[in-house]
């Protein structure tokens, strides 16, 4: 079992930046892929980036590529979300999550963190 804890939503102006952190309570995000995923008010959960176990590879939605970066630090057991260049439309609870890679996809997830971004 892990238990993912995100940090660092808050209130941001647009055109700002936040960075948000995903702990996990035990030492496994060495062989997990992670994910970040984001839910707007009346809106279904969208995939934002992943990032593999390793870190040497990533991927990200349309919409945040160029804008946002996901790295990690697996000795530390954390997940980055890095959100440049914010728009009022990023404004959603964002959410990590973790695969194991045993075909399941993300198993697990974290409690979410409010970003607002205002206009």
């Known amino acids: 079992q892990v238990q993912l804890v995100e940090s660092g939503g808050g209130l941001v102006q647009a055109g700002g930046s936040l960075r948000l952190s995903c702990v996990a309570s035990r030492r496994a995000l060495s062989g997990y892929s992670m994910g970040w995923f984001r839910q707007a008010p009346g809106k279904e959960r969208a995939f934002v980036g992943g990032?593999?176990?390793?870190?040497?590879?990533?991927r990200y939605a349309d919409f945040v590529k160029g804008r946002f970066t996901i790295s990690r630090d697996n000795a530390e057991n954390t997940v980055y979300l890095q959100m440049d260049k914010l728009k009022p439309e990023d404004t959603a609870v964002y959410y990590c999550a973790a695969d194991r890679g045993v075909g399941k996809g993300y198993e697990y997830w974290g409690q979410g963190t409010q970003v607002t971004v205002s206009s």
């Open positions: 990032i593999s176990w390793s870190g040497g590879r990533t």
